[in-house]
């Protein structure tokens, strides 16, 4: 485990990790199941299911960049879990609006 120690495996990150898989299992899923039909949005160009994932999480990346540069990651609440608590940090803040972009990405794009 040594070799990895580097990347600094948190809590966050595996929920980040896993999330993405699920999603990509998801929309390969989706694929199978129901053909993609491009459609043409507020872009003006005609996009499909991966694209509008791409561009999501492009914008996911930028926001939380920008949250980090602008806001932080103070600790907004300590959560009553074990003998100190479980800090939660304001980047689930940037994710919870990572996530509202997203499906309007996904409903208007």
Known sequence: MESIAWMAWT?????FF?????TLAVMT???AVY????????????????????ISLVL???IHLLWIGI?????????PIGQE????SSLWLATG????????IFRTV
């Open 11 to 15: 809590l966050p990150t595996a929920i």
């Open 97 to 104: 609006i990572s996530l509202a972009t997203a499906v309007l």
């Open 85 to 88: 608590g479980f800090e939660v």
């Open 71 to 79: 806001v932080g990651t103070d600790p907004i609440a300590t959560l």
């Open 35 to 54: 053909p993609e039909a491009e459609r043409v949005g507020v872009l003006r160009i005609p996009t499909t299911r991966g694209d509008r994932l791409f």
């Open 29 to 31: 899923w989706l694929a």
């Open 60 to 62: 996911a990346a930028v």
């Open 18 to 22: 896993a999330a993405l898989a699920c």
